[in-house]
C-alpha cells in the first residue's frame, strides 16, 4: 500500500503565498509614491506662500500705496495667484496701511491626483471618499518688525563690538499648509 505524501496536497500554496507578499508590495509602493508626492506638493506650495508673506510683509511701511506694493510684491514672489490679507496688531483684517502689521498669504491648489486611492476608486463604488483629484492649501504669517532682529556682525574671531549701524530691521513669519477633500 501507498501513503500519500504530504507534497502533493501542499502544491499552489508557493504560488499563492508569492502573489499575496506581491499584492502587498504594490501597495506599500503605492503609499510610498502617494506621500511622496504629498510631500513634494506640500513643501513647493509651503515654500511658495512663505516667499509671498516674507515679501510681502517687508512691504508695510504705514505709507498710502505700501499695501498695493505688498500685495503685488507677494504675487510675485509666491509666483502663485495667492490671497493675500493683511492684519492690524490684533490680528483683525485692515485695509488701512497705518495699522497693516501682518501679511498673510493663503492658497488653495486643486487637482492633485492621490494615485493609490485612485485605484481604490476601481474597487468601491464610493466616489466621494475616494476621489482622484485633492485639494492642498498653504498658509503663511509674516510680519515686518521695526526692532533690530538681524544682525549684519560677522562671527568674532576676536572680541570687537557691534556698532548699531550694522543692526538692520526683519521679518518674522510662520506657516503651515494641510491636504483638504
Known amino acids: ?17 508569492l ?15 502617494d506621500f511622496g508626492r504629498f510631500f513634494i506638493v506640500n513643501s513647493d506650495l509651503q515654500a511658495a506662500m512663505n516667499s509671498c508673506a516674507l515679501a510681502a510683509a517687508k512691504e508695510l511701511d504705514g505709507k498710502s500705496a505700501s499695501l498695493a506694493r505688498a500685495a503685488s510684491a507677494g504675487q510675485t514672489a509666491g509666483n502663485t495667484s495667492a490671497e493675500i490679507t493683511f492684519k492690524d496688531a490684533s490680528y483683525v483684517a485692515t485695509t488701512i496701511p497705518a495699522n497693516a502689521k501682518y501679511a498673510q498669504c493663503r492658497h488653495t491648489q486643486s487637482g ?21 483629484s485633492h485639494k492642498m492649501m498653504a498658509l503663511a504669517v509674516a510680519a515686518r518688525v521695526n526692532t533690530p532682529t ?13 556698532t548699531a549701524s550694522s543692526l538692520t530691521g526683519g521679518v518674522i513669519g510662520s506657516s503651515g ?4 477633500r
Open 177 to 180: 499648509s494641510t491636504l483638504v
Open 150 to 162: 538681524q544682525t549684519t556682525c560677522p562671527t568674532p574671531v576676536a572680541l570687537k563690538p557691534c
Open 112 to 132: 492633485i491626483g492621490i494615485w493609490l486611492l485612485q485605484s481604490l476608486e476601481a474597487f468601491s463604488e464610493n466616489t466621494v471618499d475616494y476621489s482622484n
Open 1 to 17: 500500500m501507498r501513503t500519500p505524501s504530504n507534497s502533493h496536497h501542499q502544491q499552489g500554496t508557493l504560488f499563492v503565498t
Open 19 to 33: 502573489s499575496m507578499a506581491m499584492l502587498f508590495l504594490l501597495v506599500l509602493i503605492g503609499i510610498a509614491l
